[in-house]
């Protein structure tokens, strides 16, 4: 069973019911819509069509819309793309008509007042980087130090302690307030430097609002991420932006960082950027970005993530199937025992938490531990809101955990949670009558039989939000 989950981002090469359905089929937990490029109108139309796949084929597929943020936009380039040769001399200018090899229009007005000679610019994910030399009346002089193919109309990443834009932006908050009447699951805040950015969308808590999931891409955001771990639902490791300000040796060691601190609290990370960037134009990755996605699942993020390659890759379907098998292989090797240790280490860490975090950290790591020794099928964890089910799940144990909620919202939202399978459970008044459910349920797996064991964990207590009271029962 395949522990760590895959986000899978919608465009033209995907955005058909059948290519969504196969998608799906082929190990697609969570769609994202990138609402960077085209209208809402048809951010929206893409949003209902992945939901009206997801029905057909039956399974809860989470939707994470990522809100475009204060990015700013190059002109487009000639159909087809150009490419960029090392050593190549090129000119920004500000515009919005049309780029060329030569001439780069952007769309941000202060980009000659605001970027500094020495600075490094890049197109995209990060794959074309440029050294600014010098400046020239209104146009920025530059040189090419990593080229490769562009087209479209790719973001520039300009470094962040510059830009004076902030999030979110008005379009943000336009498009976040479509989505939310929608019923999207997740909502990604590109961008953000501080917790303040987050509690300025004004959502509700999960489930009754989206889940906020904070695009860890700029020194800022770095330097605040405790403060942004206490305003997210989940985090995305977006490892594109994040290497324009930082030198590309520290993004392995901040990778691992960031993963750590926010699984030790219960935030499901995504890495993301270039995972098998390959597969836009090929059917197979490299071995390098094959060691990429293992040694992401290693660290211990929650998801991975696929951009260009189901966006507008050759074979979307085919990405996801090889991200799957990948993942999968890689989830059979991972060292549970050493990754409780330390998680339990950064917890220590942190000082004193509150009676209710103290409670669910006792519990979780207990349901984890006891499931080991009594040789547990699986951890039946009862939650309404999913907070219990993201608690065990940082533990990461060796066996499955489903996850049973009323609240469909929640349900979708744990299709980002390492290791869970969600289920939609009853509206019951009785905590007994929700673990009859549980266990009816359980007996119903193909790798479940009668006589085995499963940690049943949930919380009873109403004075505070906890996971209270664990239990070892057996399948009739």
Not at 67 to 84: E, I, Q
Not at 140 to 168: K, M
Not at 338 to 359: C, K, M, P, Y
Request: aromatic fraction near 4%; include cysteine.
């Amino acid at each position: 069973m395949r522990r760590t989950k895959i986000v899978a981002t919608i465009g033209p090469a995907s955005d058909d019911p059948a290519t969504l359905r196969s998608m799906i089929n082929a190990g697609m937990d969570v769609a994202r819509i990138g609402l960077a490029h085209g209208t809402l109108e048809e951010h929206l139309a893409k949003y209902k069509r992945i939901r009206e796949a997801a029905a057909d084929v039956g399974v809860p597929v989470g939707i994470l819309a990522d809100l475009p943020g204060p990015k700013v936009r190059c002109a487009p380039f000639p159909d087809g793309g150009v490419v960029f040769e090392d050593g190549a001399a090129v000119t920004f200018v500000t515009g919005d008509k049309s780029s060329s090899l030569e001439a780069i229009s952007t769309d941000y007005d202060h980009l000659v007042d605001d970027v500094e000679v020495g600075d490094q610019l890049a197109l995209g994910d990060g794959n074309i980087s440029f050294l600014v030399e010098s400046k020239t009346g209104d146009k920025l002089n530059a040189r090419v130090i990593r080229g490769s193919r562009v087209q479209g109309r790719p973001g520039l990443q300009v470094p962040s302690d510059r830009l004076r834009i902030t999030t979110p932006t008005a379009e943000d908050l336009r498009f976040a307030d479509a989505f939310i009447e929608a019923d999207v699951d997740m909502l990604a805040v590109s961008f953000v430097r501080s917790g303040h950015d987050l509690r300025s969308l004004g959502t509700e808590p999960s489930p009754r609002g989206p889940m906020l999931v904070a695009k860890i891409e700029t020194r800022a955001a770095v330097e605040n991420l405790e403060g942004i771990i206490s305003a997210s639902g989940a985090v995305m490791v977006a490892r594109g932006d994040l290497g324009v300000d930082y030198p590309i040796s520290e993004l392995p060691h901040l990778q691992k960082h960031i993963i750590q601190r926010c699984i030790a609290r219960g935030l499901p990370v995504i890495t993301a950027t270039q995972m098998l960037e390959s597969m836009v134009y090929s059917p197979t990755p490299t071995r390098a970005e094959a060691s990429d996605v293992a040694n992401a699942v290693f660290d211990g993020t929650s998801s991975v993530m696929l951009s260009g390659e189901t966006a507008i890759g050759v074979d979307p379907v085919n990405s996801v199937a090889t991200m799957a098998e990948i993942a999968a292989r890689t989830d059979i090797e991972f060292p549970h025992d050493d990754w409780v240790q330390g998680v339990s280490a950064v917890r220590e860490s942190e000082g004193s938490i509150d009676a209710g975090a103290l409670t669910t950290d006792s519990i979780t790591m207990a349901a984890q531990r006891v499931a080991t020794q009594v040789s547990a099928k699986a951890i039946l964890c009862l939650s309404r809101t999913g907070y219990t089910v993201r608690s065990v799940s940082r533990f990461r144990p060796a066996v499955p955990i489903i996850a049973f909620s009323p609240d469909d919202r929640a349900v979708r939202q744990l299709s980002l949670s390492w290791g869970t399978s969600a289920v939609r459970s009853e509206e019951r008044s009785a905590s007994r009558e929700m673990i009859n459910d549980a266990l009816d349920y359980a007996r119903t797996l193909s790798w479940m039989h009668a006589g085995d064991r499963v940690v049943v964990i949930s919380g009873n207590s109403t004075a505070t939000r906890a996971t209270d009271t664990l239990r070892v029962m057996y399948l009739d």
